[in-house]
């Protein structure tokens, strides 16, 4: 099977601009998560989408949003982009494993200037 | 409410000499646990995991790690490390939550193999 998938895989914007990333998870798998990594926070889980339904979220503000295709591939938003959002963003799927086990994608690295 | 502390933020290790890299969670529930490994401009991989069982779980690569729940450790520990392990460690926790499981990953620690 193929793994997850992001893109791009690097992107820069400038302060104010909006960015949307996309994932595409492991066939057959429904829940998308989505996580920003940063040298100084480490990892924080933004939000979880399962059948084009937001499941859970993180503590980011609404500037952060995201949706789920009927195909689970799912898009991430994100508007007014501000320095500190400069980090990589990670996407992972799962399959419904107990546990909750993750499958990462490679991520994106956002340069805010 | 969960959380997961990895004790050390680096370990360095010369080549085929033990490791062992900590970790620590709290949780009012009960939880799985993971370690996934990172390495350079790359997504996490899943190391292994502790589902219920034997509380000893060991990965393909040579890694162990022992749950101890009176504790609440989770330690990932390694005999002998070769120079590609050198990689940032991920101690995570999840529990159930409403049909999904919400995970919770600690800091990290970098695991620097040296020659």
């Known amino acids: 099977k193929a793994g997850v998938t992001q893109t791009p895989r690097y992107l820069i914007k400038t302060r104010g601009q909006q960015v949307t990333l996309s994932c595409s998870p492991i066939s057959g798998h429904r829940s998308v998560s989505w996580y920003q990594q940063t040298p100084g926070q480490g990892l924080q889980f933004l939000f979880e989408?399962?059948?084009?339904?937001?499941?859970n979220k993180g503590n980011f503000p609404g500037r952060f949003s995201g949706r789920q295709f009927s195909n689970s591939r799912s898009e991430m938003n994100v508007s007014t982009l501000e320095l500190g959002d400069s980090a990589l963003y990670l996407c992972a799927s799962s399959g419904g494993y107990e546990g909750g086990e993750q499958y990462f994608g490679p991520g994106t690295r956002l340069t805010v200037t | 409410a969960q959380s997961v502390t990895q004790l050390d933020s680096q370990v360095p290790v010369f080549e085929e000499a033990p490791v062992e890299l900590r970790c620590n969670y709290s949780?009012?529930?009960?939880?799985?646990l993971f370690w996934y490994v990172q390495y350079p401009n790359q997504g996490l991989q899943l190391l292994l995991k502790y589902l219920s069982g034997s509380t000893l779980v060991e990965s393909i690569n040579g890694f162990e790690a022992e749950f101890n729940k009176s504790q609440t450790s989770f330690h990932l520990r390694k005999p002998s490390v070769h120079i590609s392990d050198t990689a940032e460690y991920f101690c995570?926790?999840?529990?159930?939550?409403?049909?999904?499981?919400?995970?919770?990953f600690g800091r990290g620690t970098s695991l620097i193999v040296h020659p």
């Open positions: 995570a926790v999840s529990r159930a939550s409403g049909g999904s499981y919400i995970p919770t």
């Open positions: 989408y399962f059948s084009e339904t937001q499941r």
């Open positions: 949780s009012s529930v009960s939880v799985y």
